[in-house]
């Protein structure tokens, strides 16, 4: 049960943003051949993502903790590219014509991740430390999205700084979690002693949880930040009036 849910998670996540990607492209003003042209080419970065997180695990390839270990690569090989796309010219572009309530909304998704880690906790596939009942605190980012994302949607006064404190604070439990994660592994610098090792997220598909979900949450960060920190306002004014 816990796999199908993984599977089913972040297949859903990535529907949603290539949702949200193709409506903000609409709005974007670029030329309709560029819109085709930058989705499609996000369909076929996701599918090889995808296909190439699967086999590999399928095969093993991340089940070796000697170091470095290879989970925490494909991480953080996942935030570079995201750093990428959120400093390039074209996305800020794209970022300019998106409600900022949408990137913040996403993020509600981490309620389930929790809910789904701390029911592999009750199987016996990961660490208490990792769930709620340890110390992972990351369900707030997903509960805080809806107030914060309805005061962004709504144009309260303060909810642009309030954004940006939530956005840092999304951040900085997101990387609590992966923290501790990392040090749960089976490597020789785990922190974390309590059985099981963190070993599940180098297999199909919880493969996933890191290489998909763990990224998604960083980026939608990212771009939120980028979003509301960027001198132009911060919805294009087709946006006006929308408060969903």
Not at 161 to 188: D, E, K, Q, R, V
Request: charged fraction near 10%.
């Amino acid at each position: 049960m816990p796999a199908i849910l993984m599977s089913a998670l972040s297949l859903a996540c990535l529907i949603i943003l290539l949702a949200g990607l193709r409506k903000a492209l609409a709005f974007s003003g670029v030329q309709p051949q560029t819109q085709r042209r930058t989705f499609n080419v996000t369909i076929i970065v996701m599918i090889i993502w995808i296909l190439a997180l699967g086999v590999l695990s399928i095969n093993g390839v991340f089940s070796n903790f000697t170091m470095p270990p290879r989970v925490p690569m494909v991480v953080f090989l996942g935030f570079f590219i995201t750093l990428l796309i959120t400093f390039s010219k074209g996305f800020t572009r794209i970022l300019q014509t998106t409600p900022p309530q949408w990137l913040v909304y996403f993020q509600s998704f981490r309620v389930l991740v929790e809910i789904l880690l701390w029911f592999a906790w009750m199987k016996g596939l990961i660490p208490v430390q990792m769930t709620f009942e340890g110390f992972n605190y990351d369900v707030l980012s997903g509960i805080l999205a809806l107030p914060v994302g309805w005061m962004l949607a709504k144009r309260m006064k303060h909810a642009r700084p309030i954004a940006i404190a939530y956005n840092i604070l999304g951040l900085l439990l997101l990387f609590n979690i992966l923290t501790i994660a990392i040090l749960s592994m089976p490597t020789p610098f785990r922190q974390f002693t309590s059985e099981p090792a963190n070993v599940i997220v180098a297999e199909f598909p919880f493969i996933y949880l890191p290489g998909v979900l763990v990224i998604l949450a960083f980026a939608f960060h990212a771009f939120s930040l980028r979003q509301l920190l960027v001198k132009k306002s911060l919805v294009n004014s087709q946006w006006e009036g929308s408060s969903s």
